[in-house]
């Protein structure tokens, strides 16, 4: 027998989602304020001309994964019916499945065919205990962008490793002369990025949280991956208070043309091609850098399309949640608001092609990308590495004693 998710997503893709609803219904849909949030009122309102009977509401919060987790941690724990759908990063949906704040969509196996459409790890990361939870919103994974302008003003190739980034960033400095230029932002500040921030240069030395489900910190590359960052900070090519920049901080910075290098996510494209950016038409995508003798690595982000255990109209924010993440609406946010595509075929797709001309080898990106660990008590893991990430980069703590805690707290959580 077709699970029920399956039976109402090919009907639904097949028509449109053309059919009116029997009664007037409102939905409300929570997401990021972060980012181009009006894109979502755009492909909402899409939704409503097709569907007569549905008006939805959209409610905004959390400029970081931490506010928005933490607001709706307070919503669903209370069982509050307000919300029906809600976007949750990448790593949420096994924590909010494993508290049963999120409704099932349907059995796994019986989606399988579907998910196929999407990058296997988006799949994987909605499924839970045989269940799929969510549905991808969009991929995304840490690029490196690059003022283009300048490594072409110096004749310098775009680094490959994190040494060469400090040696080129010192150069591109020594010669600009301009106290207001950085040579790398990056997410520094005791939030979810600063978790990714410190993971790129301790993946990229091969080492890992766990394998084969056993714990596997290492102390020793900790240090290092510490000492990749707080090297950037104390040379001067990252400012002496990057403990206080957040996501957008570094968007923001590398569109007013304050930074030479920002790692950050997909979004800042879009942001770094408007008519008041100043480094439009200046701006190169590249892969992150390796530490020396290290491999290229990205850490896996993206977000996921979910539908309240409470709310009052299951079957109406399920179907939104199909539209959502479908084909048509991904496009949009890809070509509108530089979102990367959680459908692989999107990234061969000429329009998406033409508004994001590095999209092909950014899916070579986010397939590599590594995830972080799928855990219901991820909350601990991220509160323990972004805060003494924080520390250690900030300098209220050395890195041998923030890696010797990470490695003691970590282990009684992931052992």
Known sequence: MKSPIIAWTAAALAIGLQAPAHADTTLRMFVSSQGSPGIHRKIADLYEQRNPGIKIEIELGGATSELQAQYLNTVLSSRD???????????????????????????????????????????????????????????????????????????????????????????????????????????????????????????????????????????????????????LVDEGIAKKNISEVGTDDTRREFQAGKAVFASLWGYGWSNFQGEDAAVRGKVGVATLPAVDGGKVVSCLGGWEWAVSAYSRHQEEAKKLVTFLSGAEATKIKAIEASYLPPRTALYTDPDVQNAMPWIESARAVVESAIPRPVTPRYNEVSEIIRTLFNAAIGGSMSPEDAAAQMDARLRRILR
């Open 81 to 231: 019916p307000s919300l029906d759908v809600l976007i949750l990063d990448i790593i949420r949906p096994a924590q909010f499945s494993a508290a049963g704040w999120i409704s099932p969509l349907g059995d796994a196996a019986a989606a399988a065919p579907m998910l196929e459409d999407y990058i296997k790890a988006y799949a994987d990361a909605n499924t839970v205990d045989g269940k799929l939870v969510a549905m991808p919103a969009h991929a995304d994974a840490l690029l490196l962008y690059y003022r283009k302008d300048l490594l072409d003003k110096y004749g310098l190739p775009v680094p490959k490793t994190w040494t060469e980034l400090a040696e080129t960033a010192r150069k591109i400095l020594a010669g600009e002369g301009d106290p207001n230029l950085q040579g790398m932002s990056f997410q520094g500040k005791a939030i979810e990025g600063a978790v990714c921030t410190f993971l790129l240069p301790y993946w990229s030395a091969g080492h890992d949280l766990t394998k084969n489900g056993e714990f596997s910190f290492d102390k020793d590359g900790a240090v290092a991956a510490f000492n990749v960052w707080k090297s």
